[in-house]
């Protein structure tokens, strides 16, 4: 319990540290608060006006959740289409690729052309931010399935559900959760392009008008919900992940750690 708590404890103490110098620095260098705003400011500025910021934060939550999931529904199971398939992996795999060195903030006026200004643009632009690194984690992770244990278990005249179920999929969880990780972030990134690019509401809106106005404070505050947003959600993906593959080599050496 104690070393749980110390596991909590030490990522803060280094936040602590950060905004102390953030403080000093500012201090010591005159820093204009025109460029960057003081941290009492920000705080202030985040208990001020923290229902607004609430209620501008529930839009991109909920973006970034659909998005999220978006990419998690489509992206394992074409990934299990691109390893079970040389045709699928030899048309489908190289777009895929092509699509990532598209900018997202250049296509994302195209999804309000064609959807509005609600929701949907948003969680398109959250799922193409969010997609990739779950098909490429669980195409890598689905090719690196221990042979002998697939021969063992067709030998054992498995049907294919059977070695994905109880083989495949196992040996493959750690990837795939590894991409769920990364996915969660980008999926943030995603739903606020969209907010920048036709959002009437948002954290996204509020950055985009706070600059135009030069409320630096007022930015600082939707960043840090946005930091605040993506850490969280990143934390419960991992919580699922200890609750999916405990049997796992890195769970139980944090298993250990935490007990």
């Known amino acids: 319990m104690i070393s749980r708590v110390s596991a909590v404890a030490k990522p803060v103490l280094f936040l602590l540290l950060l905004i102390a110098l953030w403080d000093l620095s500012i201090r010591v260098f005159h820093v204009p608060p025109y460029?960057?705003?003081?941290?009492?400011?920000?705080?202030?500025?985040?208990?001020?006006?923290?229902?607004?910021?609430?209620?501008?934060?529930?839009?991109?939550?909920?973006?970034?959740?659909?998005?999220?999931?978006?990419?998690?529904?489509?992206?394992?199971?074409?990934?299990?289409?691109?390893?079970?398939?040389?045709?699928?992996?030899?048309?489908v795999y190289p777009l895929l690729v092509f699509s990532q060195s598209v900018p997202k903030v250049a296509i994302a006026p195209l999804f309000?052309?064609?959807?509005?200004?609600?929701?949907?643009?948003?969680?398109?632009?959250?799922?193409?931010?969010g997609m990739f690194p779950?098909?490429?984690?669980?195409?890598?992770?689905?090719?690196?399935?221990?042979?002998d244990l697939l021969d063992l278990a067709r030998g054992m005249e498995a049907d294919r559900w059977q070695i994905f179920r109880m083989v495949s999929l196992p040996s493959a969880a750690p990837a795939i959760f590894a991409g769920l990780k990364v996915?969660?972030?980008?999926?943030?990134?995603?739903?606020?392009?969209?907010?920048?690019?036709?959002?009437?509401?948002?954290?996204?809106?509020?950055?985009?008008?706070?600059?135009?106005?030069?409320?630096l404070p007022t930015m600082f505050a939707a960043l840090v919900l946005l930091a605040?947003?993506?850490?969280?959600?990143?934390?419960?993906?991992?919580?699922?992940?200890?609750?999916?593959?405990?049997?796992h080599s890195s769970q139980q050496k944090s298993f250990n750690q935490g007990s």
């Open 35 to 91: 460029l960057i705003p003081a941290p009492l400011d920000v705080i202030q500025v985040l208990i001020a006006d923290w229902p607004d910021l609430f209620a501008q934060s529930v839009p991109t939550l909920s973006a970034t959740l659909l998005g999220f999931v978006a990419s998690a529904v489509i992206g394992i199971p074409l990934a299990l289409l691109i390893v079970s398939s040389k045709t699928v992996e030899d048309y």
């Open 112 to 129: 309000v052309v064609w959807f509005g200004f609600g929701l949907v643009p948003k969680v398109i632009s959250a799922f193409l931010l």
């Open 228 to 247: 605040l947003i993506g850490v969280v959600l990143f934390w419960l993906v991992e919580w699922v992940e200890k609750l999916a593959i405990p049997w």
């Open 134 to 147: 779950v098909v490429v984690s669980a195409v890598q992770g689905l090719k690196s399935v221990d042979s």
């Open 183 to 215: 996915s969660v972030t980008l999926t943030v990134v995603g739903a606020v392009v969209g907010e920048f690019v036709g959002g009437n509401g948002g954290l996204g809106f509020v950055l985009q008008r706070s600059i135009g106005n030069f409320e």
